[in-house]
């Protein structure tokens, strides 16, 4: 599948003024689509532009509120809970990091949960935005099922992500966003999208067997066995059942059932490092862990060691000039120009 590369401002634009023509208010369409766009620069595809044929179908469908009344209430001096009235994801959750960031500065800490909620994006927008801060970003959040548990032949578990942002003093931060499947669904749908086969070992059939065709993928696997599969559990307690709502096999799923609110979870925590030691010091001491392990030699096959997050920062300081690449058909579907697929 041919992909194309574009300026990122125009394809961020383009999803704009899509969103916007099913209803979305120009704010929360500009929100979705700064979302969006951070994954493309990143070149995390699976989770940009590629995202917006999707949820303009759950849009049409009813399936997304498009002008959600979004409600915060303060439950103690470091805790609250954000109502998200089925609105997008990605506009509650930003709501809900404002209200954490705010509680952090205040308190030494900001936990957040959110109920009523959509799919969110890349959480790695939301722990980078608390670095900006200065303070330590958590993110979590669920999906319906499609991972298999250690040991098991069907799915119950989503591939239930989770970042981590900290900051540095003069380092770029250290950003680890993760699902906790071998690989997100997303990069599935986008080899899919691309006409490419997948490594072994992503996903499965019905019988359990491990598949390279995409189209064949059932369910995902968890990464490192029972310890993906652990963590996973313990991100649907702490963003669904922590935040009232359900858990993998209840969550009404992503790519069915387009007319129903999916009604899922996230949670956040941002910390303030100046409550637990000198910022200063902290700061200079995570820029030295940093340069330090990049020091590390580098084993057979490998040019350096990297932190977490690099790769993506090098890909957004180049697609941010060269232009972010995304499929030609999503990008077909955004300027509404008829694309053959397989060109």
């Given at each position: 599948?041919?992909?194309?590369?574009?300026?990122?401002?125009?394809?961020?634009?383009?999803?704009?003024?899509?969103?916007?023509?099913?209803?979305?208010?120009?704010?929360?369409?500009?929100?979705?689509?700064?979302?969006?766009?951070?994954?493309?620069?990143?070149?995390?595809?699976?989770?940009?532009?590629?995202?917006?044929?999707?949820?303009?179908?759950?849009?049409?469908?009813?399936?997304?509120?498009?002008?959600?009344?979004?409600?915060?209430?303060?439950?103690?001096?470091?805790?609250?809970?954000?109502?998200?009235?089925?609105?997008?994801?990605?506009?509650?959750?930003?709501?809900?990091?404002?209200?954490?960031?705010?509680?952090?500065?205040?308190?030494?800490?900001?936990?957040?949960?959110?109920?009523?909620?959509?799919?969110?994006?890349?959480?790695?927008?939301?722990?980078?935005?608390?670095?900006?801060?200065?303070?330590?970003?958590?993110?979590?959040?669920?999906?319906?099922?499609?991972?298999?548990?250690?040991?098991?032949?069907?799915?119950?578990?989503?591939?239930?992500?989770?970042?981590?942002?900290?900051?540095?003093?003069?380092?770029?931060?250290?950003?680890?966003?993760?699902?906790?499947?071998?690989?997100?669904?997303?990069?599935?749908?986008?080899?899919?999208?691309?006409?490419?086969?997948?490594?072994?070992?992503?996903?499965?059939?019905?019988?359990?067997?491990?598949?390279?065709?995409?189209?064949?993928?059932?369910?995902?696997?968890?990464?490192?066995?029972?310890?993906?599969?652990?963590?996973?559990?313990?991100?649907?307690?702490?963003?669904?059942?922590?935040?009232?709502?359900?858990?993998?096999?209840?969550?009404?799923?992503?790519?069915?059932?387009?007319?129903?609110?999916?009604?899922?979870?996230?949670?956040?925590?941002?910390?303030?490092?100046?409550?637990?030691?000198?910022?200063?010091?902290?700061?200079?001491?995570?820029?030295?862990?940093?340069?330090?392990?990049?020091?590390?030699?580098?084993?057979?096959?490998?040019?350096?060691?990297l932190v977490p997050g690099e790769i993506e920062q090098r890909n957004e300081e180049r697609n941010r000039q060269?232009?972010?690449?995304?499929?030609?058909?999503?990008?077909?579907?955004?300027?509404?120009?008829?694309?053959?697929?397989?060109?």
């Amino acid at each position: 599948m041919a992909t194309v590369t574009v300026p990122f401002q125009e394809v961020q634009e383009l999803i704009e003024e899509k969103l916007k023509s099913a209803g979305v208010s120009s704010a929360h369409a500009a929100k979705v689509a700064e979302i969006l766009i951070h994954a493309d620069l990143r070149g995390v595809n699976s989770h940009g532009a590629l995202r917006t044929e999707h949820y303009m179908k759950r849009l049409n469908a009813g399936g997304i509120n498009p002008n959600p009344t979004i409600l915060f209430n303060q439950t103690g001096p470091a805790t609250g809970v954000v109502d998200g009235d089925d609105g997008f994801g990605h506009v509650v959750a930003d709501y809900a990091i404002k209200h954490a960031i705010e509680m952090a500065k205040e308190n030494g800490v900001g936990m957040v949960t959110v109920m009523n909620s959509s799919h969110c994006g890349a959480l790695s927008y939301f722990v980078e935005t608390a670095t900006k801060h200065k303070l330590i970003g958590i993110a979590m959040t669920h999906t319906d099922k499609i991972v298999v548990p250690f040991g098991g032949k069907e799915s119950f578990l989503g591939t239930n992500p989770i970042a981590y942002g900290i900051p540095g003093k003069r380092e770029k931060p250290f950003i680890l966003d993760m699902a906790t499947s071998n690989v997100a669904l997303g990069k599935v749908l986008q080899h899919k999208e691309e006409g490419k086969e997948i490594p072994n070992g992503w996903g499965v059939d019905e019988t359990g067997a491990s598949v390279t065709d995409p189209a064949k993928v059932v369910s995902l696997t968890p990464f490192g066995g029972p310890k993906g599969s652990g963590l996973s559990m313990v991100i649907d307690i702490f963003s669904g059942l922590l935040a009232g709502m359900a858990f993998g096999p209840h969550i009404t799923p992503m790519y069915q059932e387009f007319e129903k609110k999916r009604k899922l979870g996230h949670y956040f925590c941002m910390v303030n490092p100046s409550y637990f030691t000198n910022t200063e010091v902290f700061l200079e001491q995570v820029d030295k862990m940093m340069k330090e392990i990049r020091e590390v030699p580098a084993a057979e096959g490998f040019e350096s060691v990297l932190v977490p997050g690099e790769i993506e920062q090098r890909n957004e300081e180049r697609n941010r000039q060269e232009g972010v690449q995304i499929a030609a058909t999503t990008y077909a579907y955004l300027k509404n120009i008829k694309h053959k697929r397989g060109e």
